[in-house]
């Protein structure tokens, strides 16, 4: 390259791309104008430089552009980290290279290889296609609502529809909430696009550099999670560091799970938006917008459920010609609603595989379980005692300890659960703290040598099972399980044994089944999928009855379509009972998604208050 081509190569760079590259020649401070000037001007300036007798060449201006554009350049000043390393590091990265080709991973099999050979052919024959998630912006309440009076012209804003990434990234400059139910697929996005983001940023030194925080392991700032994140990944940086990054602008954040953010964090989460929503573009996902709240974020975008196609494709990926027939079951049983969310159709997936397989010896025709919290049950019992499809995972796991892990992941979740406050759950817990817990409840059970039992059997679980090491910034090893909607699962089986126990033991009573456990917003999930694993109706329906008359009338409409739909007759008939205005009652209707309530809701289509037909029509 000449010095001309050098020259035209040079005044075309971005100006952030040229100041890096000046950063890195170093040449004798005050010969370059400052970024005002024209660039060419400063070009002219860096190349008489560089040939004169006190330049380093243009060789070395060559060398330093190429690293520039290779994403390579060395960045000597000590306030700009160079990223090159923590790019690759996400690149490179097992769990991110997976999800470009699966939804989730919640599966052993991510922790301990299998042959290439085996690993390829799963691939090939079960992901062949990745499910291309969508999203709609959602109005807010007066915009939903309307102000105008009555007669007034209605607004003809249309809801939008986005790939999910390309309306992450749409709007990330204003801040976008992104808001799902569980599993419908939040993390996994953020994740793709952290990959896709790092890739791009290794190709365009202008580009931002795209950051994840999992707002769940927040223990302090804001600032201390993303330096945790990017420690994390190779590259060393300070706090201060981070602070004028995110002051300039170089920080694409992706904040995962606002929902999951620690009470006493709340604070200072709202502060930091505050301090940099002008210069650093963020995405924050969530569970639900009454769960934490939006920040004030204008801009939300919510996960849609899976289309009929979308699921026909991947369960056809996955299961081949039994793909069809699992099809079928799902689109005309109960469990549909819940095949609409990806994490939940890939567990369905999993547990029809192996129902598969069984159906075949015994020679009749697999079918899938009844309910949500049944297609748990048997989906954690394949990691309990293995099947065909993965039992070379299992064959050497301790079977004294395989007898014992059902009941102890059910205590952990149950504990964590908990919590150390009436509000926030815990979604990780120290190693040496989860070892003393099961230590207790062994001892509790009679176990002998409990605290040597607790300590192998974590570790057998943490090697075979859906639970998984976390590394917290003071190098404290935590325990997580692998997805929220599973340690709610083992949480409601635990509650379960409390409120049907062993005989001869008492189980909880009316008081505390309100006090500790209706009345907190996070025992809901747990509850609504325990709810249907209660096989004593009188038992199901007395959580409801109590919901509804003592508790949460809206608690007890969605309890009320979570129980067997035996019964469900009569859970519907606990909310008609209910002294509310009509209106109310068919909201509620609405809210339980049960077939049971769809006469009601036909029947106020025919009231004379219109008011009362507009809720039964949006029911």
Aim: aromatic residues 8%; proline residues 5%.
């Amino acid at each position: 390259m000449n010095r001309v081509q050098l020259f035209d190569t040079l005044s075309n760079l971005p100006p952030a791309a040229f100041e890096r590259l000046l950063i890195a020649v170093k040449p004798p401070g005050g010969l370059i104008s400052g970024d005002t000037a024209p660039q060419m001007n400063r070009v002219k300036a860096l190349l008489d430089w560089a040939e004169g007798s006190s330049g380093r060449g243009i060789e070395e201006v060559l060398v330093y552009l190429n690293q520039l554009q290779q994403g390579t350049l060395p960045i000597q000043d000590q306030e700009l980290p160079n990223f090159y390393s923590y790019l690759q590091s996400i690149l490179e990265n097992e769990d991110y290279i997976e999800r470009q080709e699966v939804y989730t991973s919640t599966t052993v099999e991510d922790r301990r290889r299998v042959p290439v050979q085996d690993a390829t052919t799963v691939s090939q024959r079960r992901f062949s296609s990745r499910l291309k998630l969508r999203v709609e912006t959602v109005k807010s309440d007066q915009q939903a609502q309307g102000n105008q009076p009555d007669g007034a012209p209605k607004s003809q804003e249309q809801v939008e529809q986005w790939n999910v990434l390309a309306g992450l990234r749409n709007y990330a400059a204003e801040h976008v909430v992104l808001i799902g139910k569980p599993g419908s697929g939040k993390s996994t996005s953020l994740e793709r696009l952290l990959w896709e983001e790092a890739e791009k940023a290794l190709q365009d030194p202008t580009a931002r550099i795209p950051v994840l925080v999992k707002l769940c392991r927040c223990t302090g700032t804001i600032e201390g999670l993303i330096r945790d994140f990017l420690v994390g990944h190779q590259v060393e940086v300070e706090t201060a560091q981070i602070e004028k990054l995110l002051g300039q602008g170089r920080f694409l954040l992706l904040l995962d799970g606002l929902n999951e953010l620690p009470e006493r964090f709340r604070t200072e989460i709202a502060n930091f938006r505050d301090r940099y929503r002008s210069t650093t573009p963020m995405i924050v996902s969530t569970r639900e917008l009454s769960a934490g709240g939006t920040l004030g974020i204008a801009k939300t975008l919510k996960m849609l459920p899976l289309t009929d196609p979308q699921m026909q494709e991947y369960v056809r990926a996955y299961l081949g010609e039994e793909g069809d027939r699992l099809f079928q079951q799902i689109h005309g049983d109960r469990l549909r609603k819940f095949a609409e969310t990806p994490l939940l159709l890939w567990m369905l997936c999993r547990v029809f595989a192996a129902e598969c397989i069984q159906a075949a010896k015994e020679k009749r025709t697999p079918k899938l379980p009844e309910n949500l919290g049944l297609a748990f049950r048997e989906f954690t019992q394949l990691y309990d005692h293995g099947t065909d499809e993965h039992q070379a995972i299992q064959e050497d796991s301790p079977v004294d300890s395989r007898d014992q892990w059902p009941k102890l992941l059910g205590h952990l979740a149950f504990v964590m659960t908990q919590g150390k406050n009436l509000i926030d759950p815990e979604l990780s817990i120290p190693r040496e703290e989860a070892e003393g817990c099961l230590t207790m409840y062994l001892q509790q059970a009679g176990r002998t040598n409990p605290r040597e039992c607790a300590e192998r059997w974590l570790k057998d679980l943490l090697t075979y099972h859906l639970i998984q090491p976390v590394i917290q910034p003071n190098f404290e090893e935590h325990i997580e399980f692998l997805h929220q909607l599973i340690q709610e699962y083992y949480a409601a089986e635990h509650l379960l044994r409390l409120l049907q126990p062993p005989k001869g033991k008492p189980g909880l009573t009316d008081e505390q089944l309100k006090r500790d456990y209706l009345n907190l917003f996070k025992w809901t999930e747990p509850i609504a999928l325990m709810l249907a694993l209660i096989d004593k109706e009188n038992q199901a329906l007395r959580v409801v009855k109590l919901a509804i008359d003592d508790v949460d009338l809206m608690l007890g409409a969605r309890l009320t379509g979570k129980v067997n739909p035996t019964i469900q007759k009569q859970s519907v008939e606990f909310l008609d009972n209910s002294i509310v205005p009509l209106w109310l009652k068919i909201y509620l209707f609405g809210e339980t998604q049960s077939e049971v309530a769809v006469p009601h809701l036909l029947q106020a289509l025919e009231n004379e208050d219109s008011f009362v037909r507009k809720k039964a029509e949006k029911s």
